[in-house]
């Protein structure tokens, strides 16, 4: 899983590999890279605090996404198509993932006002259409989360999540051949 330390990298060439043939979801990921960038580093935000307005008005406005700045993504995060997907601050998601539209990863507000952790998500997992990811939430790895679902609770690794208040569909075994 990517680590929530400022060791992140900008992974540009990772997510322009993945997202190839979808010049949206590049500039999306290109942009999204250089405000978490920035917003790491203080100075960084005082100094170019204007390049994080129009990041938010670039992709709330102009694409109807919102990834925000503080979220740490993993290298190689494939956004198909993505019209009104959001994810949330301070979110963890791993490397290679896939996300679709109309998808809410985001925290829970807790009766006083505040927020609670975001959501964990491991790597080579694949998000569905339509799908909420809600609160202090660990995903594993080579998880599939299919269209509709809500997730409100862990997820060990190597299953497919269904329906909402989403149960286990099946266990995915992978074989690893030695020497191959």
């Known amino acids: 899983m990517v680590s929530e330390g400022r060791g992140q990298s900008l992974y540009v060439f990772q997510d322009w590999k993945n997202n190839k043939g979808n010049f949206k979801s590049r500039i999306i990921m290109l942009l999204y890279r250089i405000s978490s960038?920035?917003?790491?580093?203080r100075i960084l935000r005082f100094i170019f605090?204007?390049?994080?307005?129009?990041?938010?008005?670039?992709?709330?406005?102009?694409?109807n996404i919102g990834i925000n700045s503080s979220a740490v993504i993993g290298k190689g995060l494939r956004i198909q198509y993505g019209f009104?997907?959001?994810?949330?601050?301070?979110?963890?998601?791993?490397?290679?993932?896939?996300?679709?539209?109309?998808?809410?990863?985001s925290a829970k507000m807790k009766e006083n006002g505040s927020y609670g952790r975001a959501p964990r998500i491991g790597d080579n997992v694949d998000i569905g259409i339509s799908v909420v990811i809600l609160g202090d939430v660990n995903i594993g790895n080579n998880v599939t989360i299919g269209a509709g679902s809500l997730i409100t609770k862990d997820v060990e690794d190597n299953c497919v999540m269904v329906g909402s208040t989403a149960t286990v569909l099946k266990r995915k075994y992978i074989i690893s051949v030695e020497g191959a």
């Open 49 to 63: 605090f204007w390049y994080l307005l129009l990041y938010k008005f670039a992709l709330g406005w102009l694409m």
């Open 37 to 41: 960038l920035i917003y790491r580093y």
């Open 84 to 105: 009104g997907t959001v994810i949330g601050s301070n979110t963890v998601i791993g490397k290679n993932c896939n996300i679709r539209q109309l998808t809410n990863i």
